[in-house]
């Protein structure tokens, strides 16, 4: 998990420096984090819509110009959430396999 929330916050800083806004690691967990305890959702898709709300304020809130901050959760939604996308559905059917799940029978 601790890898998972560390590739998760390098997206958001990936997303910010897209826009040539290098933001001080420190400030850059606070916002991330406060944004993560103010949707009081963790869960990767279980907060993605109110996350994605409030992320950009929390991370304006401690430093990041206000457009920055939105275009750079912008750029981190398609990092965290949708670049992977092609790659788990190829491996689907594998893990359904290795699941013993077929859909197909049920």
């Known amino acids: ?16 420096a897209t826009f040539g806004f290098q933001m ?17 959702r963790t869960g990767p898709l279980a907060g ?3 996350l994605t709300l409030v992320l950009p304020l929390t991370i304006w809130a401690s430093g990041a110009p206000f457009a920055t901050a939105i275009a750079g959760v912008f ?5 965290a959430l949708w670049l992977p996308l092609p790659g788990s559905l190829a491996a689907l059917p594998d893990l359904r396999e290795m699941g013993g799940d077929d859909p197909a029978s049920s």
């Open 24 to 40: 001080n690691p420190a400030a850059l967990f606070v916002g991330y984090a406060t944004g993560m305890v103010f949707t009081r």
């Open 1 to 16: 998990m601790a890898l998972f929330w560390a590739a998760d916050a390098f997206a958001v800083w990936a997303g910010l």
């Open 75 to 79: 750029v981190y939604r398609v990092l």
């Open 48 to 50: 993605a819509g109110v």
